[in-house]
């Protein structure tokens, strides 16, 4: 278990606050925010490339604030991969053995194995300049894992990969996270990513965490306005709740949510893609407690699926519909839709 117990930093113009964080053993927890948040500081300050000013990190209870990178049994993967351009294959992988104390035969035998396991043997002879995104992406990997770390550190290990690879390679993580039973900290914008690979994770905003957490809470039950602006979250508006009703700011309107207690100044939300499109024979309907008709306002292809605004009264919902939908129901701008949702889609957060 990693523990970053109140640790502090400041560097000219930037500062990392009160960092409180726990990763559990065999977690994959994700560090994610918006860019230059402070998110692969945080992944250095736990390999120990940059020393904090003040607070505690412990592995497994132990305090790590004075031990050497070498001895803190961890590995790093970078964005670049950061591989030596005039070392092969094989000899990058083999790097970094000798600072860890590992026996040159005990390196070779595990050398052989990870060839094995990530399909790197035909490429053993070859050097970096000569690999593809998704091989020189398995060497790093290679590298880091020959030292068997406790701890797997990642900083956007699938950012540089084309569509091609990054599935491979998303499902390569997923794989040495299962099979080899290790904890991994990853740093991720791709919140595909996020969702499909880590269990726990963390939103950092300005050098400070602001909420942390089980994946599925942070991109479905945000506690923040910031958070839920972070993680997609839409038609954010300023509410009010009252034993489950909320009424939004300048709006008769009553939406019900499964969110309790009470609050007085607030702001709901509701994922586009929770909100759903009411045809004549959709049988859901009478399950639905949130039904607003309205005319679709603006309809804009976001690639695999579609967003469309519906005007209902003072209210404007923006949903998330496949791209079917647009020849399945004609959605159009113009026309009349009755949109619908439910409480539990509902949330509530303050700022
Ligand atoms: N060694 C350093 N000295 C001074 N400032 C630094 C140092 N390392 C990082 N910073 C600054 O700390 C801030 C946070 O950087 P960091 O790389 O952690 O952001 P990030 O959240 O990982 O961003 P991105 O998502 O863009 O990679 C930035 O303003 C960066 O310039």
Known sequence: MIRLDNIN????????????????????????????????????IIMGLIPFSSGRLLF??????????????????????????????AHNILYGIRYHGIKKNEGH???????????????????????????KQRVALARALILNPAVLLLDEPLSALDPEFHGE???????????????????????????????????IHQGRIRQTGDITTLFEKPD???TARFVGMKNIMP????????????????IETSMVPDIDQGYMGIRPEEIIL???????????ANRFCGTITRVASQGMFVEVHVQSGSLNFEAAWPRRYLRDFQIASGRDATIAFSPQSVHIFQD
């Open 9 to 44: 930093l400041t560097f000219p113009g930037f500062a990392i606050k009160n960092i409180d964080l726990t990763i559990r053993e065999k977690d994959f927890f994700a560090l994610i925010g918006p860019t230059g948040s402070g998110k692969s500081v945080i992944l250095e």
């Open 60 to 89: 497994n209870g132990k305090d790590m604030g004075q031990t050497p990178v070498e001895k803190r049994h961890l590995a790093l993967v970078y964005q670049d991969f950061a591989l030596f351009p005039h070392l092969s294959v």
């Open 109 to 135: 035998k595990r050398l052989d194995d990870l060839a094995n396991t990530l399909g790197l043997k035909r490429i053993l002879d070859r050097k970096p300049h000569n690999l593809s995104g998704g091989e």
């Open 169 to 203: 390679a998303k499902n390569l993580l997923k794989q040495i996270h299962q099979d080899m039973g290790m904890t991994i900290v990853m740093v991720s914008h791709n919140f595909g990513d996020v969702m499909y690979l880590a269990n726990r994770g963390a939103v």
């Open 224 to 226: 923040s306005l910031f």
């Open 239 to 254: 509410a009010r709740v009252l034993q489950g009703n909320v009424r939004i700011e300048g709006s008769d309107a009553v």
């Open 278 to 288: 009411l045809s004549q024979k959709a049988d859901t309907a009478e399950n639905c």
